[in-house]
C-alpha cells in the first residue's frame, strides 16, 4: 500500500520512531556505563515533622493540660515506667479500640508500676467527656499546638488537614530515657505488645 492511498505521510512518523528508539538505546547505554541520565533527588527531611527518636534516647520534656484540670509532664512520672501514646482525636474508631484496650489491661501497667497517658489535639473538656464515655481512668492530654508530637515525631501529613499525630507509643523507663517505639501502631492489639515488651524489659532489668 502506498503512502498516496493512505492519505498522509508516513516519513514523519518513521523519523519520529528512530529518534524515540536512539533515545531508548542511548538512555541504556549510558545506564550501563553507570552514568544515569535522570537522577533522583534524596528526599530531605523535614526538621519540623521527621525528627527520629530512638531506644536509648531521653525522652522530649513535656507539661500539658490534663482532662482532670490538672497538668501532666514527663518529670511527673520520673521513677516508674511510661506508656506515652499519641493518636488523632476521641471518638475515632481506632482511637476508641485503642484507649479500650489500655483501659483494660490497666491493672497489669499497674502492677509492673507503669503508667499509661494518652495525648492528642483535642480539648480538654472533650478527653474529658470521652473518657467519662469509655470509662478511662488515665491521663488524657492537650497537645493543642501538637508540639509534644512534633518533639517526639508522631506527626504526620495529612491532605487537606495540615499535620496530625499518628498512632504511636514510646515506652519510657523510669530514668526518663525512650526504651521502645511503635510507629503506626495496630489498635486491636497494642496494649498486648506493649505489655509484652514491658515484660520483658523489665525481666533484663533485674538481672
Known amino acids: 500500500m502506498n503512502k498516496a492511498r493512505l492519505g ?3 516519513s514523519s512518523f518513521r523519523a519520529g520512531s528512530l529518534r524515540i528508539l536512539a533515545a531508548i538505546t542511548l538512555l541504556g547505554l549510558g545506564t550501563a ?5 535522570f537522577h533522583k533527588k534524596t528526599a530531605t527531611p523535614n526538621p519540623d515533622i521527621d525528627r527520629v527518636l530512638q531506644a536509648g534516647d531521653a525522652a522530649p520534656d513535656f507539661s500539658l493540660p490534663a482532662q482532670d484540670g490538672g497538668t501532666a509532664g514527663l518529670k511527673d512520672f520520673r521513677g516508674k515506667w511510661l506508656v506515652l501514646y499519641f493518636y488523632p482525636y476521641d471518638e475515632s474508631p481506632g482511637c ?17 508500676q507503669a ?18 464515655q469509655q470509662a478511662l481512668t488515665f491521663k488524657l492530654l492537650t497537645d493543642r499546638k501538637r508540639r509534644v ?45 506493649v505489655l509484652a515488651a514491658l515484660t520483658e524489659l ?6
Open 149 to 193: 508530637a512534633k518533639s517526639y515525631g508522631a506527626l504526620d501529613r495529612v491532605a487537606m488537614i495540615g499535620k496530625r499525630p499518628i498512632l504511636a507509643t514510646f515506652l519510657v523507663d523510669p530514668e526518663g530515657r525512650v526504651a521502645k517505639i511503635w510507629m503506626r501502631a495496630d489498635p486491636r492489639h497494642h496494649s498486648t505488645d
Open 96 to 112: 476508641t479500640i485503642e484507649a479500650h484496650n489500655f483501659q483494660r489491661d490497666l491493672a497489669q501497667y499497674q502492677k509492673a
Open 115 to 132: 503508667v499509661v497517658v494518652g495525648a492528642s489535639p483535642d480539648s480538654p473538656a472533650r478527653h474529658k467527656a470521652f473518657g467519662a
Open 8 to 10: 498522509f505521510d508516513l
Open 33 to 37: 556505563l553507570g552514568m544515569p541520565f
Open 202 to 207: 523489665e525481666r533484663k532489668r533485674a538481672r
